[in-house]
C-alpha cells in the first residue's frame, strides 16, 4: 500500500481523505469541526481517528492539505473600467480560489481605503490599464494604498508600463508586493493565469502563517491552495484527462453551501448556433463564480428575498410559513430537516439557490434588431449543450432530494435567454474527494483522474 | 514617435463589418495601435476601451442611417468620464436619404466630433487628418 492523507481545512469541518496510489482505491473519508480557534491539529486528529487504522500504523508517504478555514482567502481587487480591468482581476481573485470581499474601479477615494481597512482583506490585488494604455490609474491607486494603516500583501497585475513604479510606491508601506502580468495586457483579451499563482504564491508564503495554519506544517507537508482552487484544478483534470487517460470532457461542478453557492465551468462555452456574435469580456475556460447571497442557512434571508415569488410557487406555500421555516434555520443554522415539510423546505431552497446561481454563471443571448433583420448576440458562456453536471458540497451529498435540487441547473424555456445546460446527464461527488483530488492532482495526476472517474457516480 | 492608440468600432445596432476590416487594417499599415471593437458598439464600449487603452482618437463608423441617434450624446458622456478632450472622428452613410452633406457635418460636428467623413471616403484622408490633428509630421 502507498497511502496518500488528503486534508480538506474547511470552514466548518476538517475533512480527510485517504488514499492508495497502487489499488488507486479510497481507502477512508472522515471528517471533525475544525478547530482553528485552539489548535487546528485537534480537528485533523479527530477526524483521522475515525479511520481504521492498520496494524502495522499509517505510512503516509504524501500529507497534503488545502484550507478554506479562518474566512479563507480574502481578497479586494481594484482596477480601472468596472467592466474590464475591474472584472478581470475580479475573475483572476476568484479562479485563484478567493473569497471576493470588494472590487473597486476608477481611482481609489479615502472612503474606499477605510473600506479595505474595515474589510481586512488577506490580499490585494491591483490592476488597470492595458500594457501601454492608462498608466494614471495605477499609480494613483497604488500611491493612496500606500497610506493604508495596516501593512498588506499586494499582488499588482496592470499596465506594464508602470508595475515597476507602482510596485515601488507600495513597497514603502507593504509586503510582500508582486507584480504579475496584466490580467488584461490587450482590451477585451483576459490572462488570468500569472495573476492566479502570484496570488497562490503569496497565500502559501504568507497568509498560512498569518492564519496560523502553519502550525499543522510540522504534521503535514504542505498547505497547497485555497479549498476552491483545489475544487476547480481537480475540475480541470477530471474534464481534460491527462496523458491517453481520457476525463469527462467539458462540465459544471456546483456547490451549495450554508453561506454562499459556487458553480465551477470547465468549458470553451461559444456559440452552439451559427450567426450568433459573442461580445464583452471572453471568460475564462476554468470559470469559477460563488454567489455569496444564496447559501442554505446563513444567507438563507437573502436567498428568500431574491427569489421571491417564486420560492414560494415552487413550494406551494404562504408567506408565513416561509418565514417560520426561515426562522428556524436563523435559530439554529447546523439543525438538518426533522419533519416533512422542513425537508421540503430544504429542498426548495436549494433548488432556487442551484437555478439562480448557474443563471448568474452562465452566459446571456440577446436579439438585436437590426435594418436587417434579428442578429443574436451572446455574452459570457453558451453551455447548452454541456453533457455533465456534478453536484458537491454537504448540502447536495447528504440530502435525499439531491436531484432535485441539482434540476435547477437545467435549461428553462421560459427564459430561453439564459443559456444553461438543455440536457446533461447528472453526477455526484458521493464519497465528496474532489478537493483531494485536486490535490492530489500535484504529485499523482494520473491516479487522481482514475479515483475521480471511479468514486464520481452517475445519478 | 511612440505608437499612438485608437479606438476603431461601428456604433449601434449596425453590422456592417468589411470597411470595420479595412479601416483597421489601414490604420495598423500607418503605424496606429488600433483597438478594434468591432460591429453592434455602444457608446460605453468607445468609452470603457478608450479609457482603458489611453486612446488619443475614437473612429465612429456608422453605415446604415441611424447614425445621428447613435452619436447623440457621445462627447457629453466623454467628459462625464474623464476623457472630455479625446478627438471623435466619424463616417460612414451617417444619416438617411439624400441630405446635403454639408448640413449633416455641421449636425455632427455641433454634436462635438472633430471630423465628419461623407460616404465614399478613402482611409488616406482621416489618416492624414489625424497624424495632422496629434502634430505628428511623418517620417
Known amino acids: ?459 | 514617435m511612440e505608437q499612438k492608440t485608437v479606438v476603431l468600432g461601428v456604433i449601434g445596432s449596425d453590422v456592417h463589418a468589411v470597411g470595420n476590416r479595412i479601416l483597421d487594417y489601414a490604420f495598423s499599415q500607418a503605424g496606429f495601435k488600433v483597438i478594434n471593437i468591432g460591429v453592434l458598439s455602444t457608446q460605453e464600449e468607445f468609452i470603457h476601451a478608450a479609457i482603458e487603452t489611453n486612446a488619443e482618437v475614437m473612429l465612429v463608423s456608422s453605415l446604415y442611417g441611424h447614425g445621428e441617434m447613435d452619436c447623440r450624446g457621445l462627447r457629453e458622456k466623454c467628459q462625464e468620464t474623464g476623457i472630455g478632450n479625446i478627438l471623435m472622428y466619424v463616417g460612414g452613410n451617417l444619416v438617411i436619404g439624400k441630405q446635403d452633406f454639408e448640413l449633416v457635418k455641421e449636425r455632427f460636428l455641433a454634436m462635438g466630433f472633430d471630423r465628419v467623413y461623407p460616404p465614399g471616403t478613402m482611409p488616406e484622408i482621416p489618416i492624414a487628418d489625424l497624424l495632422k490633428d496629434l502634430g505628428i509630421t511623418h517620417n
Not at chain 1, 497534503?64 to 474590464?84: H, Q, R, T
Not at chain 1, 481605503?113 to 490592476?127: E, F, N, Y
Not at chain 1, 458562456?381 to 434540476?407: M, R
Not at chain 1, 435547477?408 to 439564459?418: Q, R, S, Y
Open chain 1, 1 to 459: 500500500m502507498q497511502a496518500v492523507l488528503l486534508i480538506d481545512f474547511g470552514s466548518t469541518y476538517t475533512k480527510v481523505t485517504i488514499v492508495d496510489l497502487i489499488s488507486e482505491e479510497i481507502i477512508g473519508t472522515a471528517r471533525a469541526g475544525t478547530t482553528i480557534e485552539t489548535n487546528i491539529m485537534d480537528g485533523l486528529k479527530a477526524a483521522l481517528a475515525q479511520i481504521p487504522e492498520p496494524v502495522e500504523g499509517w505510512n503516509f508517504i504524501r500529507k497534503l492539505a488545502c484550507s478554506s478555514a479562518a474566512g479563507g482567502l480574502k481578497m479586494i481587487a481594484s482596477g480601472l473600467v468596472k467592466e474590464l480591468t475591474a472584472e478581470a482581476a475580479r475573475r483572476a481573485a476568484l479562479g485563484a480560489g478567493a473569497r471576493v470581499l470588494e472590487v473597486f474601479s476608477y481611482e481609489l477615494t479615502t472612503q474606499d481605503l477605510d473600506k479595505i481597512s474595515a474589510s481586512q482583506p488577506d490580499i490585494l490585488l491591483l490592476a488597470g490599464g492595458t500594457d501601454g494604455g492608462n498608466k494614471e490609474v495605477l499609480l494613483k491607486n497604488a500611491e493612496m494604498l500606500s497610506r493604508l494603516p495596516t501593512r498588506l500583501p499586494v499582488v499588482i497585475a496592470g499596465n506594464k508600463v508602470v508595475s515597476a513604479q507602482a510596485a515601488d510606491l507600495l513597497r514603502k508601506r507593504h509586503e510582500p508586493v508582486v507584480v504579475a502580468d496584466n490580467v488584461m495586457p490587450e482590451l477585451g483579451v483576459l490572462s488570468v493565469e500569472s495573476a492566479r499563482l502570484a496570488i497562490r504564491d503569496v497565500f502559501l508564503t504568507h497568509i498560512i502563517k498569518a492564519k496560523g495554519l502553519d502550525k499543522a506544517e510540522a504534521f503535514i507537508e504542505k498547505i497547497m491552495m485555497p479549498t476552491p482552487a483545489a475544487v476547480l484544478s481537480a475540475a480541470e483534470l477530471l474534464a481534460q484527462g491527462y496523458g491517453s487517460e481520457r476525463g469527462m470532457g467539458e462540465l459544471m461542478i456546483v456547490d451549495v453551501g450554508g453561506a454562499t453557492t459556487d458553480v465551477h465551468s470547465i468549458a470553451k462555452g461559444d456559440p452552439s448556433k451559427p450567426s450568433v456574435m459573442l461580445k464583452g469580456l471572453p471568460e475564462p475556460f476554468a470559470k469559477r463564480t460563488v454567489e455569496g447571497d444564496l447559501g442554505m442557512r446563513f444567507s438563507s434571508e437573502a436567498l428568500v428575498e431574491t427569489t421571491g415569488k417564486r420560492l414560494l410557487d415552487y413550494l406551494g406555500w404562504t408567506e408565513d410559513q416561509v418565514a417560520c421555516q426561515l426562522g428556524l434555520c436563523k435559530e439554529d443554522p447546523w439543525r438538518i430537516p426533522k419533519t416533512e415539510e422542513e425537508a421540503k423546505f430544504d429542498v426548495a431552497m436549494g433548488r432556487m439557490a442551484v437555478s439562480l446561481a448557474v443563471d448568474r454563471h452562465v452566459g446571456t443571448l440577446e436579439v438585436v434588431y437590426t435594418p436587417f433583420g434579428a442578429t443574436y448576440v451572446q455574452h459570457g458562456k453558451d453551455l447548452t449543450q454541456l453533457p455533465v453536471i456534478i453536484g458537491t458540497g454537504g448540502v447536495l451529498l447528504y440530502n435525499p432530494g439531491a436531484s432535485e435540487i441539482l434540476q435547477g441547473a437545467i435549461f428553462n424555456p421560459n427564459e430561453p435567454t439564459i443559456l444553461k445546460p438543455q440536457k446533461p446527464h447528472f453526477y455526484m461527488d458521493k464519497e465528496y474527494i474532489l478537493a483531494a483530488m485536486g490535490l492530489l492532482r500535484e504529485v499523482a495526476p494520473l491516479v487522481a483522474l482514475r479515483i475521480m472517474k471511479k468514486y464520481v457516480v452517475k445519478q
